[in-house]
């Protein structure tokens, strides 16, 4: 397999909706300090960070692999 990568298949995922990743990060912005520690630490877009958290912006991936998540879809 190329760059020795193993493939996982049949492993556990945990599924959060867009709220419960909203907690994950106001709780990761609470253990840094501030949004802004967030920004600069890893790199995202501050004011972006604020709208997600405020329900006016989709999560990016950026945020996602700031909290060690992935995006992925699901069909109902």
Do not use: H
Not at 16 to 44: C, H, K, M, P
Not at 61 to 71: D, E, S, T, W
């Amino acid at each position: 397999m190329a760059g020795g990568r193993k493939l996982s298949t049949g492993g556990r995922a945990l599924i959060f909706n867009d709220d419960e990743v909203a907690a994950l990060l106001q709780a990761a912005i609470e253990s840094e300090g501030s949004q802004s520690t967030i920004a600069r630490r890893y790199g995202v877009n501050r004011s972006y960070m604020n709208r997600f958290l405020n329900g006016k912006a989709s999560l990016s991936p950026k945020i996602a692999r700031v909290l060690g998540l992935r995006q992925v879809y699901v069909a109902d």
